[in-house]
């Protein structure tokens, strides 16, 4: 007994000096959110948690390495017509059923009637979170019939602390004046905003189901964009990166499902929980975060 007791507190000493018990701590958090991530992925949800849109698809931010693509993005706006129609289409498919709506961009200020969406997306979606996704750039000089307008649909303006100039007192002030709810996105109030890099494989030789698996993008960063749903930011966007690049990065109808042609919410929560071929052309394992915010310098090698 007293040489267990011995040989254990040996054992002990020895994987403290040599740090094997941090080893073994890390490899063992690693392998559960490695799990928990797999188990989230493929869970088939019984609603959509966020949905984005994008109002805008450009930015006057342009980040490097920008997940949505939108620092290499040309110019383009939605029409209000469009927003309409996709979120009546989801209204009875859902019943309302959204946790959260994201109207984001690129930039939504950008938009010039950025102020009229918030009335459409709680016209169908009362009891909805309707959160407003912005770099802050615009928003200190939105004029009043704007702030009006987010502060009577109940919106949640959210910005990211970007290390840049904004007049945070002034949009606290003016949030407070309208009585608006102002939510920092990300922890960004109070973490430095850094950069995350999403490298691509041109070849799209990695391994679809693998990837799918292990992002923590896919059936979480649900997309809406032209009637279609996508489970990430990624794919949808896919086509300002090739245009800038001139690549063919393809995008096939089994990467997304068509709100139109949906027969129910089932239907869509099984696809959105499904790896999708596009992900073959994503490296997983080369993805890098924590990055120093930059501009991008719109090299293809900022996506690659
Ligand atoms: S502010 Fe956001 S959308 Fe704009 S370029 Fe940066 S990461 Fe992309
Ligand atoms: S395409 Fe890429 S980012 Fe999107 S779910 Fe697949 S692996 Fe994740």
């Keep these: 007994m007293k040489i267990k007791k011995l040989l254990g ?26 799990l928990f991530q797999k188990f989230y992925s493929m869970s088939v949800r019984p609603n959509i948690n966020y949905l984005e849109i994008h109002l805008c698809e450009h930015c006057n931010l342009k980040c490097a390495h920008c997940a949505h693509f939108s620092s290499i993005a040309e110019e383009e706006y939605l029409s ?3 927003f309409e129609s996709d979120l009546k289409r989801l209204k009875e498919l859902t019943f309302g059923e959204i946790n959260e709506i994201h109207l984001m961009g690129g930039e939504p ?13 709680r016209k169908y979606f009362e009891n909805s979170k309707i959160i407003l996704i912005t770099n802050a750039i615009l928003l200190e000089q939105q004029d009043d019939a704007f702030y009006n ?44 905003k850094t950069l995350y890099k999403l490298p691509l494989d041109l ?15 896919s059936n979480e960063c649900v997309q809406l ?9 990624v794919i ?11 690549q063919n990065i393809q995008i096939t109808p089994n990467d997304y499902i068509d709100i139109y042609k949906a027969r129910n919410m089932q239907e869509i929560m099984y696809f959105l929980a499904k790896p999708v071929p ?13 990055i120093a915010h930059r501009i991008t310098e719109q090299k293809i090698e900022e996506w690659t």
Aim: charged share 30%; aromatic share 14%.
């Design 236 to 246: 949808p966007y896919i086509r300002h990166f090739n245009k800038k690049f001139n």
């Design 225 to 233: 964009h032209k009637g279609k749903l996508y489970t990430c930011c």
């Design 80 to 82: 209000i017509e469009e």
């Design 278 to 290: 596009f992900c073959k052309y994503c490296y997983v394992k080369k993805r890098t975060v924590d």
């Design 9 to 34: 507190k040996i054992r002990n000493k020895l994987f403290n000096i040599l740090g094997i018990d941090n080893l073994i701590e890390t490899y063992v958090n690693k392998r559960t959110s490695l």
């Design 149 to 192: 307008e987010v502060a009577k649909h109940s919106i949640v303006i959210s910005p990211t602390k970007y290390p840049i100039k904004v007049n945070w007192e002034e949009i606290r002030k003016k949030c407070k004046h309208f009585g608006i709810k102002l939510e920092f996105y990300s922890n960004s109030e109070k973490e430095e």
């Design 109 to 121: 200020l950008l938009h010039p009637q950025c102020k009229d969406f918030f009335q459409i997306a």
């Design 203 to 217: 070849e799209g030789a990695q391994n679809a189901q693998e990837n799918f698996l292990t992002c923590p993008f």
